[in-house]
């Protein structure tokens, strides 16, 4: 099959296609012919060595597929429409997911928006449903709005019934957000989106803020919370990991809420336990209701073909990208 392929850490322009070997199936397995893989932030930084995953040389990056079941597991038969997360190996023709990290998906769903939900729509997900509670009386600030990330956190507050504010660096980007849901957008390049939400919110500030970026987004975002509020940092798309002030989170009641999406799938240190991973697939179930009803539309800029993955990278690491650019793996070259 063909795959991307990463020798050594470093940058993703020194990687290229090969040809290499199908992986082998587990006894839990599904293997599944790859016909769309989402290409996001983490993964440039897992191929860089920067990430808290850090594969087995050589490896394949990619950890979010869609396409249709060739063998697997109990409860999967071939043909069958899925995405799936993979710890790694996305970037390939074949893939090999363990079973309970594989989604049948609706009928009208094509291969690129599903590959939105195996980690980003879920990230957001157990975020804002399970780790901060948001509630349909509250307001949630979304950062990065126009990113993969930040429009399913934008979508998802929406569907539980939320005010929504968005930020992003442009008029186009915060076009995109409006269009998806978000009730107030601000251009921070433009605008100090700390002033803007204290004046929207008449002072108060944001219930929850979902932040993939980072850096000084966190620290004036800290400024801009309402007493007993929920901070999400999601991510450090910004390039600085940020630190919590203890004398804020203090005096305003805050709390920080980690989330580590990776270890309901079981890729962390230690297992998550079958609870937790039943709780997956009924978020799963319950995104794929709201996909039907119209309240999550996965935005796709662009679908590339394997061969192109560096470009794909690119787009994204220069921060060009809105919503989600996919790889092809089984397009014609």
């Known amino acids: 099959m063909r795959a991307v392929v990463c020798h050594e850490y470093g940058p993703f322009e020194n990687m290229a296609v090969e040809e290499t070997p199908p992986p082998e199936r587990t006894s839990n397995g599904v293997r599944i012919a790859v016909e769309a893989s989402g290409v996001g932030f983490a993964a440039a930084l897992v191929i860089a060595g920067r990430h808290q995953n850090r594969p087995p040389l050589p490896f394949i990056p ?113 076009k995109i957000a409006a269009t998806h849901g978000a009730d107030h957008v601000i251009n921070y390049r433009e605008n100090d989106f700390r002033d803007a939400v204290l004046k929207l919110t008449g002072g108060r500030g944001a219930d929850v803020i979902y932040d993939p970026v980072g850096g000084d987004v966190f620290d004036q975002s800290l400024r801009c919370i309402a007493p007993e509020g929920r901070i999400l940092p999601m991510g450090f798309a910004g390039g600085t990991i940020p630190k919590a002030p203890a004398n804020i989170l203090l005096v305003k009641n805050v709390s920080v809420i980690g989330l580590y999406w990776g270890y309901y799938m079981g890729w962390g240190k230690l297992p998550a336990p079958p609870k937790a991973r039943a709780r997956v697939r009924e978020a799963m179930a319950h995104m794929f209701q709201w996909y039907e009803a119209g309240k999550l539309r996965p935005l796709t800029q662009a679908e590339l073909p394997l061969d192109r993955f560096a470009e794909a990278l690119a787009t994204v690491m220069e921060r060009r990208v809105i919503g989600k650019v996919v790889l092809t793996p089984l397009s014609a070259p």
């Open 62 to 174: 990619g950890t979010e597929i869609a396409g249709t079941v060739i063998d697997g597991a109990d409860g999967f038969a071939p043909g069958d429409r899925v995405c799936a997360g993979v710890r790694w190996g996305g970037f390939a023709e074949q893939a090999v997911a363990d079973a309970g990290n594989v989604f049948k998906i609706p009928d009208a769903m094509d291969f690129a928006a599903a590959t939105h939900f195996p980690t980003i729509y879920a990230t957001g997900y157990g975020g804002l449903v399970w780790r901060a509670a948001l509630q349909t009386d509250e307001t949630l600030l979304v950062h990065g709005a126009a990113g993969a990330s930040g429009l399913a956190a934008v979508e998802i507050g929406k569907a539980v019934g939320a005010t929504v504010i968005a930020t992003a660096g442009t008029d186009e980007k915060c």
